[in-house]
């Protein structure tokens, strides 16, 4: 054996025993300060042997914790994630019951509720502890990650590159931070909420930020599918009517989801943007990657489909990971009850309800979802893989219900920028160079809810105008969060189950919510229905909702026109071909507008009538037809400003789509989720050469030769955050 050999022996040696040492230092604590634990004979020990027994129930507690506690998590796949998370206490508590069990003597010994405070804490420290040492020994934490890349790329039948991988092309990292907007993020990068993000903007650090300007449909499954796909044609909004089959589509729903992934491949013939080396981290679609976590539309996918909650178990498989995400959970659960007490105390306003599951939904995805996620993520790196795509959810959750400039907000921003360092840290250390890349699908517009402001939902104000029967009492209307589906489908519950906006009867129109925008199908009228149509029918259904002081504009299809049109208030109608940014009904809801409407009016799944919000320029305010405060989906404010975060190495995104004519370019960035797709795959080939993906038999999509089809999930055990450093969390 060499000399480096014998050296990466003694200092591997070495970290073993200062973990050992230091977890038994922590049992002698504990079980001075707990009266239900000891470590000694009821007559009494020396200090000798007192921590001897420290040591031995330490040695035993960490081997069974490395050998016995990733088996066990094996064994409950079927539990459903958040179940398997209420169990991680009992879990490690019984193996500190074993542990001492196996102190010679039966010196050992603790009553359950006090093995659980011990096992946790143990498990803290030890975690910590061999961190902080490898970290500190960059050849430690050099070699560490190199094992980790090896064995990826044993199991993926990828070669080993001569040079180690560190000389290669460079890697790329897409963060995107769900629902951060571009001014949202600019400020507090500025009052210091986030300082690594300040860190990239400083001069020296070689970032520029920029927005981009959504579609019409400005949330996450039009503008994800858009930029992972290549294609958001004919995603209208968020959940939308599809007359031919009947059925209410739905972006955050699994089968849905899976369909809409289809119908892009099928559009551009290519997989997407992750088909090449690529990996898909807690996102509505695949992307093409081979390499899935928590990938939404997966989840409808049976057999190794379903293998996309894996992510959840190879995390929890460490126990470390486990007990502090559970911790953190519990904590958020509590921070989120008390924050929604003291909004009602202080009567703030406005406001939405925040109770039942909503603690709960919430702590998921701003705790389980984001460490499980950058635990991928991390995973990604160091197995130096080409392409990554990560979505953190907590943000948009959070604003959504406590405003998106709320103080709810600041602090979940905060700890993104603190999972945000530590990715950067990690990209220190990888076998290969990283360019991370930061961006968000979409921002959010504050105001008060339709609802609350009118004292009527979007669905009553149409009956009404119908004629049709409406309840004395306003209900909230279902808020559209992805969130809440991922919780669902954690737990094992079916998602398609819903309650969605189904007429009663077959003549009943059909009014869905996304955010701010509105959609209204009939049913019973075939192909799209036309203003004539409706005025014949519901005469004064159209001017009801123009004139509404709520409503900034509908677009509905006119005979007459022999095209759509778009409805304002005081009779205004103008034909969609002669809309002008600046004028008409849409004035005030900025550049771009007209090109927004008149592309959404192409849909083949356009709604009969499509209802946008009033916004208030002034103020940014816009009014959600959901139980939101702070809302995406339709046109006005910050909704449609999300933002880019690139390294100056990189082309300028407006460089990159300005040979693309079938587009409007903005000199503010990009323009539509599908130029985003093609600047984020513009950098992949200035990074990495052409992706040049082979064709397979019977795909008509672009995939690597040896890949499985596109969105497939590898077989979980070479997949997931499963090589994720045990221990580091986002």
Not at 330 to 336: F, I, Q, W
Not at 452 to 470: F, Q, S
Not at 511 to 534: H, K, T, W, Y
Request: aromatic residues 6%; charged residues 25%.
């Amino acid at each position: 054996m060499s000399d480096g050999r014998w050296r990466r022996a003694g200092g591997t040696l070495l970290r073993v025993i200062s973990v050992w040492a230091v977890s038994t230092l922590t049992l002698l604590v504990l079980a001075g300060i707990l009266p239900d634990f000891q470590l000694q004979a009821d007559d009494g020990d020396t200090v000798t042997r007192t921590a001897f027994t420290a040591a031995w129930g330490a040695g035993a507690f960490g081997l069974l914790s490395a050998l016995v506690w990733p088996v066990l998590v094996r064994a409950l796949l079927i539990v459903p994630a958040l179940v398997l998370g209420a169990l991680v206490f009992f879990l490690n508590g019984s193996l500190l019951l074993i542990a001492l069990r196996l102190i010679p003597d039966g010196r050992g010994d603790a009553a359950p509720e006090t093995a659980v405070v011990v096992a946790a804490v143990m498990s803290a420290v030890a975690s910590a502890t061999s961190t902080a040492l490898a970290v500190r020994d960059d050849d430690a934490y050099r070699r560490r990650l190199s094992r980790l890349a090896d064995r990826r790329r044993r199991r993926s039948g990828t070669p080993h590159s001569a040079d180690g991988g560190r000389g290669g092309p460079p890697g790329i990292v897409f963060v995107q931070l769900d629902g951060v907007g571009h001014d949202v993020l600019e400020r507090a990068a500025a009052d210091g909420l986030m300082p690594t993000v300040a860190g990239l903007l400083a001069d020296d650090a070689g970032h520029r930020l920029t927005p981009w300007t959504t579609d019409w449909s400005s949330q996450t499954g039009a503008s994800q599918l858009g930029i992972l796909h290549g294609s958001n044609f004919d995603v209208p909004a968020f959940r939308w009517f599809e007359k031919e089959t009947g059925t209410v589509m739905v972006s955050s729903r699994p089968a849905s989801a899976l369909e809409l992934q289809r119908r892009a491949i099928a559009r551009t013939r290519d997989g997407g943007l992750l088909t090449v080396d690529g990996a898909s981290r807690g996102n509505l679609f695949s992307g093409g990657a081979d390499q899935l976590a928590l990938v939404l539309s997966m989840a409808a996918r049976r057999g190794k489909g379903r293998r996309s909650r894996a992510g959840y178990f190879a995390y929890f498989s460490d126990s470390a990971n486990a007990v502090r995400t559970a911790l953190s959970f519990v904590a958020e659960v509590g921070r989120e009850m008390g924050e929604s007490v003291r909004a009602r105390v202080r009567k703030e306003s406005p406001r939405v309800k925040r109770g039942g599951l909503y603690p709960f939904i919430r702590a998921f995805a701003t705790v389980v979802e984001r460490d499980v996620v950058v635990a991928a993520v991390i995973g990604d790196m160091f197995a130096g893989r080409t392409a990554v795509y990560a979505d953190l959810v907590a943000y948009d959750e959070v604003a959504h219900h406590s405003g998106p400039f709320s103080r709810d907000a600041e602090k979940v921003l905060t700890r993104l920028d603190r999972s945000l360092g530590l990715i950067l840290k990690i990209a220190d250390h990888t076998p290969r160079d990283y360019r991370i890349v930061l961006l968000s699908d979409h921002g959010q517009s504050p105001g008060e809810t339709f609802a609350g402001r009118y004292g009527l939902t979007l669905k009553h104000l149409v009956r009404a105008g119908c004629g049709l029967p409406v309840p004395r009492r306003a209900q909230r209307t279902r808020s559209a969060s992805e969130a809440r589906d991922a919780v669902r489908i954690a737990l094992h519950r079916p998602v398609d189950g819903e309650e969605t906006e189904d007429p009663t009867k077959p003549s009943d129109p059909v009014v869905l919510a996304s955010g701010n925008l509105g959609l209204l199908s009939f049913p019973d009228i075939e192909g799209r229905a036309s203003r004539e149509q409706l005025d014949r029918r519901y005469p004064a259904l159209l001017d009801t909702l123009a004139a509404h002081p709520g409503i900034g504009f509908l677009l509905v299809r006119s005979d007459r026109h022999r095209s759509s049109v778009v409805l304002g208030r005081d009779g205004a109608e103008v034909p969609v071909a002669e809309l002008r940014d600046g004028e008409g009904p849409i004035a005030l809801f900025g550049p771009g507008a007209a090109d927004a409407v008149r592309r959404t009016d192409g849909f083949p799944h356009v709604a009969d009538v499509m209802v946008n919000s009033m916004y208030d320029p002034g103020t940014g305010r816009v009014h959600a037809f959901e139980e939101q405060i702070g809302s995406h989906g339709g046109l006005g404010g910050e909704q449609s400003r999300p933002f880019l975060l690139w390294p100056r190495t990189l082309t300028d995104p407006l460089d990159a789509v300005a040979a693309d004519t079938s587009r409007p370019v903005s000199s503010a960035g990009p323009v539509g989720a599908e130029a985003v797709h093609r600047v984020l795959a513009r950098w992949l080939r200035e990074l990495s050469g052409p992706q040049v993906p082979l064709r397979q038999e019977g795909f008509t999509g672009a995939v690597r030769a040896d890949a499985p089809f596109p969105g497939t999930p590898a077989d979980a055990s070479g997949s997931g955050p499963d090589d994720a450093v045990p221990g580091v969390r986002g």
